[in-house]
């Protein structure tokens, strides 16, 4: 079991930056890989950035490209998604997911229902 918690939202200019967190309980965090997704309202939830389970490998979607970095830092349980250049359309609910990737350390899982488990989510606000 994965407890994840995310953190870092809020509200910024367009063009400004936001780093949100991901913390994930448990002693096996090395051992999943870990996804980022948002949803906005009305709108379908979507695949933001994937990161493999080894941190080797990354994923993004088209309209984050250049502008997302995610990252991991094993020894502190947590993900990290840095959003630079926001955009009013970036706005959203964003969520961190989490599979067990033990098999698979290096591919990056782009479907939500791959994945097994879920925060709360932490909004995000881009005013233009």
């Known amino acids: 079991q994965v407890q994840l918690v995310e953190s870092g939202g809020g509200l910024v200019q367009a063009g400004g930056s936001l780093r949100l967190s991901c913390a994930a309980s448990?002693?096996?965090?090395?051992?999943?890989?870990m996804g980022w997704f948002r949803q906005a309202p009305g709108k379908e939830r979507e695949f933001v950035a994937g990161l493999s389970r080894s941190g080797g490998s990354t994923g993004y979607a088209d309209s984050v490209k250049g502008r997302f970095t995610i990252s991991r830092d094993n020894a502190k349980n947590t993900v990290y998604l840095q959003m630079n250049s926001l955009k009013p359309e970036d706005t959203a609910v964003y969520y961190c997911a989490a599979r067990s990737a033990y098999y698979s350390g290096s591919y990056v899982y782009t479907v939500g229902s791959t994945y097994d488990y879920w925060g709360p989510g932490t909004q995000v606000t881009v005013s233009s």
């Open positions: 448990g002693r096996t965090f090395s051992s999943y890989a």
